[in-house]
């Protein structure tokens, strides 16, 4: 059993956004394979040297008696002489140290290549989708077995993490299970057995039905009435950006501060997004739109309520979604136009808030790229002419809500994170408010390459792994990988919103039954 705090790290895996030619797939795969064979014949032959220890040490033990070999009888001459077995058995131990070591060096450059490149990504989808549908079909046909079973799996996960953390923990459940999420997740589309086999937006089309009955139900408790206005604040809390680590850290920066979670006294509030404008050299504008995820306030757009209408597999339906209301109308207010380049990024909902505005108000935004964290955005139906880099943790649950693995296509990137558990930071790693600077070893003895260190404070035992600070870990792991798929992705989003920060302005929404004071969307 193991009590106390706990440090977290996320290994980054890369699907999608590369675009590699066979002959350079097949070429970096061959390098691969190449050092995975040779770090076989190098703990092949750390276990030869393992062996001949082995056999120094019986041939010593099969001459108990022999006064050469006595440690005290040294200086004593005899008729014959005896090898120094200890001497050369710690050689052959340290031999063999040696070349175990190389052979793990060997076979981490061999899966950081790979990782890197993508060059597996294919097949792992492949297998993905095939158990994913599989465990649809499984589902359907025997409901109450592939249940019972996910609870048996579920209830090992809480056991086994009980075990871990020293105490009871739900936490566990969700990252036992999270190989079975999307097939088991996907059945819940509602349709027939055998239907949907072939296809991925079960979830959406179920979405979809719910919402014209969850939808009027919301719009009777909560209000349909949207206001949204520009609200005011001398903190600097969306800063600057000219990369997407620093987007996501503002991003960070925003949800935390309007759910209370830390203090920039800045006076904003829930239901609140930024919006920036960027002057490039030529004159021209760029904006990006920062979508911080759910709040779960009674009068916010932000609701866990609206969530189903934006997982609707129906443009209709996710245009009604107050979320996206409340984004469009905020940019309508910020006077974006038509042909100005936007960049949107948002965690959760807020992601799938900018994925429903890069998807249905495609004909009235120039909306460039979308960057995600956390949000199951996977069917959303989004132009080609839009880039995507979507950054998901393989436990967290909520990016597995629409029941499929997101498109490996060159304009959508996919960063995959697993989270281990990591040692503690050095101090010199760790800045003035506890989060790990970005880039740095943060733990001792560690390359970046191995895993990048969550930010902030230890946990007392596994938490939930939707938290934005997963998500910027995967990202600066993957990042640090040296991706060209990452680059490429990192390159397209910079020149996005390549130019100076002119002015950044944030914009609140509210819901009610009655026509409130400011400017409205209904």
């Given at each position: 059993m193991?009590n106390?705090?706990?440090?977290?790290?996320?290994?980054?895996?890369?699907?999608?956004?590369?675009?590699?030619?066979?002959?350079?797939?097949?070429?970096?795969?061959a390098?691969?394979?190449?050092?995975?064979?040779e770090?076989?014949?190098?703990?092949?032959?750390?276990?030869?040297?393992?062996?001949?220890?082995?056999?120094?040490?019986?041939?010593r033990?099969?001459?108990?008696?022999?006064p050469?070999?006595?440690?005290?009888?040294?200086?004593i001459?005899?008729?014959?002489?005896?090898?120094p077995?200890a001497?050369?058995?710690?050689?052959?131990?340290?031999?063999?140290?040696?070349?175990?070591?190389?052979?793990?060096?060997?076979a981490s450059?061999?899966?950081?290549?790979?990782?890197?490149?993508?060059?597996?990504?294919?097949?792992?989808?492949?297998?993905?989708?095939?158990?994913?549908?599989?465990?649809?079909a499984?589902?359907?046909?025997y409901?109450?077995y592939?249940?019972?079973g996910?609870?048996?799996?579920a209830?090992?996960?809480?056991?086994?993490?009980?075990?871990?953390?020293?105490?009871?923990?739900?936490?566990?459940?969700?990252?036992?299970?999270?190989?079975f999420?999307?097939g088991?997740?996907a059945m819940?589309?509602?349709?027939?057995?055998?239907?949907?086999?072939?296809?991925?937006?079960?979830?959406?089309?179920?979405?979809?039905t719910i919402?014209?009955?969850?939808?009027p139900?919301?719009?009777l408790?909560?209000?349909?009435q949207?206001?949204?206005?520009?609200v005011h604040?001398?903190?600097?809390v969306?800063q600057?950006?000219?990369?997407?680590?620093e987007?996501?850290?503002n991003?960070?920066r925003?949800?935390?501060e309007?759910?209370?979670?830390?203090?920039?006294?800045?006076?904003?509030?829930y239901?609140t997004?930024a919006?920036?404008?960027?002057?490039?050299?030529?004159?021209?504008?760029?904006?990006?739109?920062?979508?911080?995820g759910?709040?779960?306030?009674?009068?916010?757009?932000?609701?866990?309520?609206?969530?189903?209408?934006l997982?609707?597999?129906?443009?209709l339906?996710?245009?009604?979604?107050?979320?996206?209301r409340?984004?469009?109308e905020?940019?309508?207010?910020?006077?974006i136009?038509?042909?100005?380049?936007?960049?949107?990024?948002?965690?959760?909902?807020?992601?799938i808030a900018?994925?429903?505005?890069a998807?249905?108000?495609?004909?009235?935004?120039?909306?460039?790229h979308?960057?995600t964290?956390?949000?199951?955005?996977?069917?959303h139906?989004?132009?080609?002419?839009?880039w995507v880099?979507s950054?998901?943790?393989?436990?967290?649950?909520?990016?597995?809500l629409?029941?499929?693995?997101?498109?490996?296509?060159?304009?959508?990137l996919t960063?995959?994170?697993?989270?281990?558990?990591?040692?503690?930071?050095?101090?010199?790693?760790?800045?003035?408010?506890?989060?790990?600077?970005p880039?740095?070893v943060?733990?001792?003895?560690?390359?970046?390459?191995?895993a990048?260190?969550?930010?902030?404070e230890?946990?007392?035992g596994?938490?939930?792994?939707?938290?934005?600070?997963?998500?910027?870990?995967?990202?600066?792991?993957?990042?640090?990988?040296?991706?060209?798929?990452?680059?490429?992705?990192?390159?397209?989003?910079?020149?996005?919103?390549?130019?100076?920060?002119?002015?950044?302005?944030?914009?609140?929404?509210?819901?009610?039954?009655?026509q409130?004071?400011?400017?409205?969307?209904?």
């Amino acid at each position: 059993m193991t009590n106390g705090n706990h440090y977290w790290q996320v290994e980054a895996s890369i699907y999608g956004g590369a675009g590699y030619a066979p002959a350079t797939r097949k070429e970096y795969a061959a390098i691969a394979k190449s050092l995975e064979s040779e770090a076989a014949a190098l703990e092949a032959c750390a276990a030869s040297w393992d062996a001949g220890a082995l056999q120094l040490q019986a041939h010593r033990s099969s001459a108990p008696m022999c006064p050469a070999l006595s440690p005290g009888n040294s200086s004593i001459a005899y008729a014959h002489t005896s090898l120094p077995y200890a001497s050369v058995g710690a050689r052959c131990t340290e031999h063999a140290a040696m070349c175990r070591q190389f052979s793990q060096d060997l076979a981490s450059t061999a899966q950081l290549l790979i990782r890197a490149h993508s060059l597996y990504s294919d097949a792992e989808l492949v297998a993905r989708r095939v158990l994913s549908e599989t465990l649809q079909a499984a589902t359907q046909r025997y409901p109450q077995y592939a249940l019972l079973g996910l609870g048996a799996v579920a209830a090992g996960g809480f056991l086994a993490g009980w075990a871990i953390d020293g105490k009871p923990n739900p936490v566990w459940m969700s990252t036992a299970t999270y190989p079975f999420q999307e097939g088991v997740l996907a059945m819940l589309g509602f349709v027939r057995p055998g239907q949907g086999i072939l296809s991925t937006n079960e979830v959406n089309k179920g979405a979809g039905t719910i919402a014209v009955f969850s939808g009027p139900l919301k719009d009777l408790f909560q209000g349909n009435q949207l206001t949204v206005q520009e609200v005011h604040t001398d903190a600097e809390v969306v800063q600057a950006s000219s990369s997407v680590a620093e987007s996501m850290e503002n991003l960070r920066r925003l949800a935390e501060e309007r759910l209370g979670k830390i203090s920039l006294d800045s006076g904003l509030e829930y239901g609140t997004i930024a919006i920036q404008r960027y002057k490039r050299s030529d004159g021209t504008n760029a904006w990006l739109v920062t979508i911080p995820g759910t709040d779960g306030q009674d009068d916010s757009p932000f609701g866990w309520e609206q969530n189903i209408e934006l997982m609707s597999a129906y443009a209709l339906r996710r245009r009604k979604a107050d979320s996206a209301r409340m984004v469009a109308e905020a940019m309508r207010q910020a006077g974006i136009k038509s042909d100005e380049p936007v960049a949107l990024i948002g965690h959760s909902q807020g992601g799938i808030a900018a994925a429903a505005i890069a998807s249905d108000w495609a004909d009235q935004y120039n909306i460039q790229h979308v960057v995600t964290a956390g949000s199951p955005i996977a069917n959303h139906p989004i132009p080609e002419r839009t880039w995507v880099t979507s950054v998901e943790i393989d436990d967290e649950l909520v990016a597995a809500l629409d029941g499929a693995a997101n498109p490996a296509k060159a304009h959508w990137l996919t960063v995959s994170g697993h989270v281990t558990p990591a040692p503690a930071p050095t101090p010199s790693t760790v800045d003035a408010d506890g989060f790990c600077a970005p880039g740095s070893v943060s733990i001792a003895g560690h390359t970046p390459y191995d895993a990048a260190q969550v930010s902030g404070e230890p946990t007392d035992g596994r938490e939930i792994s939707h938290w934005l600070k997963y998500h910027q870990a995967a990202y600066r792991n993957a990042s640090d990988l040296g991706s060209p798929a990452v680059q490429r992705h990192e390159a397209h989003f910079q020149h996005v919103i390549d130019g100076e920060l002119k002015e950044t302005r944030y914009y609140q929404g509210r819901m009610s039954r009655a026509q409130a004071s400011g400017h409205g969307e209904r």
